[in-house]
């Protein structure tokens, strides 16, 4: 566990995710809006089945990783990567950010401890599919790195989970700063 402070001084936890978060998860999803929550699953009022709520909840945190960044109030974002089968140094990414905290650094600061994570397990890339009009997103990763392809209403991105390989930008100083900070800080396991 780690506590950070957002640009504007708001304190926040970052932490691995636990099977007894399941309430705060849930808590989050349902406020979750229906946009974001169509950007995240790329399906209408997506529904989460028991097996759904399991899956994402109940992770080894070395195949299946998911970090939970709270606020004040509780959970305000949460952020996964899963590894390949067919390709274990590689794993599909995902973040959410509830609708009030976005905007705020919460995403920059979520990366940025998922690339930590991943490299300290063998992890060298991420992939995160990416509707076109999700807007917030693409704008985010493709200040990372270009998209690699189209799949049907996606774009497919791949992205280093080393920071120096990333381009010199704005949002990449910001997320070489948290990974700096988390570096120095962070235990390993969360
Ligand atoms: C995409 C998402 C995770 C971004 O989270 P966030 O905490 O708002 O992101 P940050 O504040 O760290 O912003 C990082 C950068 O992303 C880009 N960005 C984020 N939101 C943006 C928006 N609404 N419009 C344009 N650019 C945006 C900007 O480049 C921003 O840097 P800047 O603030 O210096 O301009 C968030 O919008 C979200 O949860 N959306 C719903 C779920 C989703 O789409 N998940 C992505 C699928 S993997």
């Known amino acids: 566990m780690a506590r950070f402070r957002l640009s504007d001084g708001t304190p926040v936890i970052l932490r691995a995710l636990r099977p007894a978060d399941r309430e705060v998860f849930l808590a989050a999803f349902s406020n979750l809006s229906d946009r974001s929550r169509y ?13 759904d709520i399991a899956y994402l909840t109940e992770v080894d945190q070395n195949n299946h990783v998911a970090l939970a960044v709270f606020g004040p109030q509780g959970g ?14 590689h794993a599909d990414l995902a973040l959410t950010v ?7 650094g919460v995403a920059t600061l979520l990366l940025a ?75 390993p396991n969360g």
């Not at 305000?76 to 140094?89: C, H, K, M, Q």
């Not at 509830?98 to 705020?104: E, G, I, K, N, T």
């Not at 704005?170 to 800080?185: F, G, Q, Y």
């Open 39 to 51: 950007l995240r699953f790329h399906k209408l009022d997506p529904r989460l089945r028991e097996r």
């Open 76 to 89: 305000i974002a949460l952020g996964r990567f899963v590894r390949l089968v067919d390709e274990p140094d």
């Open 98 to 104: 509830l609708d009030a905290w976005q905007r705020r």
């Open 113 to 187: 401890a998922l690339m930590h994570r991943a490299r300290a397990i063998g992890i060298k890339s991420f992939q995160a599919s990416v509707l076109d009009e999700n807007r917030p997103a693409r704008a985010m990763i493709s200040a990372l790195v270009p998209p690699d392809h189209r799949e049907g209403a996606a774009w497919l991105y791949r992205l280093p989970t080393d920071p120096d390989l990333l381009p010199d930008n704005r949002l990449v100083a910001r997320l070489r700063a948290w990974h700096s900070d988390i570096t120095r800080r962070l235990r």
